[in-house]
């Protein structure tokens, strides 16, 4: 059984140098705002200013950030285009990139190992060996996976049952579920 999104980020953030961790909340400032209950993230409930003081604030609380979906959504909006795409591409491929897969469909460069490099700093990725080679992205990171192209909901959300009913026909179906399904 994996670990969950939680342990698995503590786990890697014990490994971290404090040099590591600084660039980690540099990068996403949410995150460092969040720990110091303000900001987006914050105040985040592994974090709330009555229950934790500042002092007693840990790297269990970092985690619990970084494996939220917000936590893991602010932090990848702070990804750039290419290390977008790679996340993007490593998530459509089911959360295991081997390096092949990106070289073929992103092509060989150093921009792909660089943007390999910052997921595993941001812990939304892990190297699949101990070569570095692959990308195998973290519990929870593919769910918020921002893919292109147009969202169902978001696309369906003010069409009617009958033009539902309509466009179903047209493409042969013959029982047209009830909306909301």
């Known amino acids: 059984m994996p670990p969950s999104p939680h342990h698995d980020r503590l786990s890697a953030l014990r490994d971290r140098s404090a040099v590591d961790l600084a660039g980690l909340l540099g990068r996403v400032p949410a995150l460092a705002e969040a720990l110091d209950g303000h900001g987006p993230l914050g105040p985040h409930p592994a974090v709330r ?19 939220s979906p917000r936590g893991i959504a602010m932090t990848v909006a702070s990804l750039t285009a290419f290390e977008t795409r790679l996340l993007v591409l490593a998530a459509f491929h089911g959360g295991r990139l081997s ?26 990725a892990h190297p699949l060996d101990a070569h570095g080679e692959g990308l195998g992205l973290r519990p929870g990171v593919a769910r918020p ?37």
Do not use: K
């Not at 992103?106 to 921009?111: E, F, H, K, L, V």
């Not at 390999?116 to 812990?123: H, Y």
């Not at 539902?164 to 909301?180: F, I, M, Q, T, W």
């Open 145 to 181: 996976a921002p893919f292109p192209g147009i969202r169902v909901g978001e696309a369906f959300e003010h069409v009617s049952h009958a033009d539902l009913h309509v466009l179903l026909d047209l493409l042969g179906v013959d029982e047209v579920p009830y909306r909301h399904a």
């Open 49 to 67: 200013a009555a229950a934790v003081s500042r002092a007693d604030r840990t790297l269990e609380h970092l985690a619990v950030l970084l494996a």
């Open 99 to 124: 390096r092949e897969q990106a070289v073929a469909e992103a092509g060989p460069s150093r921009a792909l190992d660089q943007a390999a490099a910052v997921l595993a700093d941001l812990l939304l």
